[in-house]
């Protein structure tokens, strides 16, 4: 049966990941999910017999391959794979240390990759298969001040889920790049974005940025997580997939802008910048 597939979602202990494991297990579907502490992962989900909680460090190779492997020997397989665990990080560019930096790209990013190593030996076998990255607005758009080196982060999960969509593709295998806008999960909250050690007073416009994303935008998001979570089951579901799915009015809003912005800049410099070939004798 369709609803009998085998999800494996990371980070799904709250936010979009909690939403979409629960509506997983509504619908029927074997759930296979992780978080690092499994405490919170079970309390948060509830017991269910298609249920697979999993305590997983992202940046151990060894950890993930251990839950690739247990969630393969209690369901049989894994047919939809969602990289969705990661952190939020402000700062400006000059003041995050590089310590910081590289920790959000060890989550956000290599977590992501050590995912995607551990279980396309399995998918290729199969011979099917769907990946849902999960990145953000952010990863399309970097016009967020102080938001420098989390925008990087998920413009490299863009970038490698369209390379891996093309690498994949002979195999049977999908990958869907999910950018989702401002939705009203935790993400905001302290326990989920870090702040930096060092902060340089003379970043006014950058600390204004982070004090709306605490204490004016947190709370208020206009997304609903349970609604976008639907869309990406709906996609999982569908026969074509999308390579990029962009969720909420905001963030198509913000991806628009971006694109017309690019086309600008193509305009302007057209002739200058489509000269440099060389010249062709005749």
């Known amino acids: 049966m369709e609803n009998q597939k085998t999800w494996f979602v990371t980070g799904a202990s709250k ?3 909690l939403s979409l494991a629960k509506q997983l297990l509504n619908k029927g579907y074997n759930v296979a999910a992780t978080s690092r502490n499994i405490a919170d992962l079970t309390k948060a989900v509830g017991d269910h017999e298609n249920f697979l909680a999993l305590a997983v460090n992202l940046k151990s190779e060894e950890s993930v391959a251990d839950a690739i492997s247990q969630s393969i020997s209690r369901f049989g397989k894994i047919d939809v794979v969602v990289n969705n665990a990661g952190y939020g990080l402000t700062g400006s560019l000059e003041e995050l240390t590089d310590q910081e930096a590289r920790d959000n790209f060890d989550v956000n990013v290599f977590g992501s990759l050590n995912v995607i190593r551990q279980v396309m030996p399995q998918l290729r076998a199969q011979g099917s298969g769907h990946i849902f990255n999960l990145s953000s607005i952010g990863g399309f ?34 990958a869907t790049i999910v950018s989702p806008g401002y939705f009203r999960t935790n993400f905001l ?46 996609v999982a579901e569908a026969e074509e997939a999308p390579l990029h799915l962009f969720l909420g009015p ?33």
């Open 189 to 234: 909250n302290p326990d989920s974005l870090s702040t930096p050690k060092n902060e340089i007073a003379e970043y006014k416009e950058v600390r204004a940025v982070q004090s709306a994303h605490q204490n004016e935008i947190n709370g208020q998001q206009a997304g609903d997580p349970e609604k976008g979570v639907a869309v990406m089951i709906e």
């Open 141 to 174: 758009t970097g016009n967020f001040p102080g938001f420098g080196i989390y925008c990087a982060t998920k413009f490299a999960v863009e970038g490698f889920t369209e390379s891996l969509a093309a690498e994949a593709k002979a195999f049977g295998i999908k």
């Open 250 to 282: 905001d963030a198509y809003q913000l991806a628009d802008q971006k694109m017309e912005a690019v086309k600008a800049d193509m305009e302007a410099w057209r002739k200058q910048a489509t000269s440099t070939n060389f010249e062709v004798e005749a």
């Open 15 to 17: 936010g979009l990941g």
